[in-house]
Nanobody, 124 residues
């Protein structure tokens, strides 16, 4: 599976962005999909994940109520709608796929495929 993330940019605090991750290959629907982020000088952090069917979703506490992950298996895409953005959301965001198909996996080293990252900058 090859993943291509897009949609990042510069936005003011309180604004919104929608990240998209396009996947190649016919097996997209067997993978759970996740979003991670890495801020300058910080460790990579789990943000959100969605199971292969879309029936189970998991978020890090800091984005609950503000971010929404979704997927369209017919279009091989996963989205991350980010609302009420804060300066602390500034990071490079990566989409990733895990072959276990479940959303409870939050460790990056348990994801099998990664996109190239898209940069999100939130100004105060």
């Amino acid at each position: 599976v090859q993943l291509q993330a897009s949609g990042g940019g510069l936005v003011q605090a309180g604004g919104s962005l929608r990240l998209s991750c396009a996947a190649s290959g016919r097996t997209f629907s067997i993978y759970a999909m996740g979003w991670f982020r890495q801020a300058p000088g910080k460790e990579r952090e789990f943000v959100a994940a969605i199971s292969r069917s879309g029936g189970t979703i998991n978020y890090v506490d800091s984005v609950k109520g503000r971010f929404t992950i979704s997927r369209d298996n017919a279009k091989n895409t996963v989205l991350l709608q980010m609302n009420s953005l804060k300066p602390e959301d500034t990071a490079v965001y990566y989409c990733a796929a895990n072959r276990y198909g479940v959303a409870i996996i939050t460790k990056g080293n348990e994801y099998d495929y990664w996109g190239q990252g898209t940069e999100v900058t939130v100004s105060s």
